[in-house]
């Protein structure tokens, strides 16, 4: 089955800088890549997708971007803000199968 | 608020109590999911429903026994648990199926004495 590995655990930047975050999937027949923010004490909320067709996406300071031939894809956020301070997790399709396949998450923090 | 609520947010059962999770989603969804979050692990999915018909049973003990009336509320029965079942428990929903966008709720932290 699909396994998705998310690094780095932690990550640390200060306001303003860049913060990246990289998965890897396993299975090439993965088609879609979300990627979901969990603040503290709710549940994760999708902040952009990417599906294979496409190489990179963008919304204001969220980016994310699709190697399918490396298997990996990756969010980038510029112009960190302290509100951007959460927790991130990738997910794939798990193959094409349908359910989500998540990574074990990022915890971000922002320091003003 | 994503239009998806749990009850109650926080539960203390022992082992051999019988509680049950509530998930209510007023979006018009029709696919529903639980889902385990546990520390330092990838959220794991538990159970599918489609339509109110299950559709995913992710190996998931029978301890854990999911019910779904209608496509807007989704229930988790929970008997016998053990400490190790302790971990916060999310409900979610998507229009048609998981590779729509799904929206979470806030989730249910159990604890298991």
């Known amino acids: 089955g699909e396994n998705v590995e998310q690094h780095p655990s932690t990550l640390s930047v200060q306001e303003g800088d860049s913060a990246v975050i990289k998965c890897t999937y396993s299975?090439?027949?993965?088609?879609?890549f979300p990627w979901y923010k969990q603040e503290l004490g709710k549940g994760p909320q999708l902040i952009i997708d990417?599906?294979?067709?496409?190489g990179e996406k963008k919304d204001q300071r969220i980016a994310v971007t699709l190697n399918k031939t490396a298997k990996h894809f990756s969010l980038h956020i510029t112009e960190t803000q302290p509100e951007d301070s959460a927790v991130y997790f990738c997910s794939t399709d798990g193959g094409g199968q349908g359910n989500l396949i998540f990574g074990k998450g990022t915890k971000l923090s922002v320091k003003p | 608020e994503t239009g998806v609520t749990q009850t109650p947010r926080h539960l203390v059962m022992g082992m051999t109590n019988k509680k049950s999770l509530k998930c209510e989603q007023h979006?018009?969804?029709?696919?529903m999911y639980w889902y385990k979050q546990s520390a330092k692990k990838p959220l794991e999915l538990m159970f599918v429903?489609?339509?109110?018909?299950?559709?995913e049973n992710n190996s998931v003990p029978s301890r854990f026994s999911p019910e779904c009336p209608n496509s807007s509320h989704l229930f988790l029965h929970l008997h016998t648990l053990q400490p190790e079942d302790s971990a916060l428990y999310l409900c979610?929903?998507?229009?048609?199926?998981?590779?729509?966008?799904?929206?979470f709720g806030p989730g249910t932290r159990l604890t298991v004495l």
């Open positions: 979006l018009g969804h029709n696919a």
């Open positions: 990417i599906r294979s067709n496409v």
């Open positions: 299975d090439s027949a993965s088609n879609y």
């Open positions: 979610a929903s998507s229009p048609k199926g998981p590779t729509d966008t799904q929206y």
């Open positions: 429903y489609n339509f109110k018909e299950q559709t």
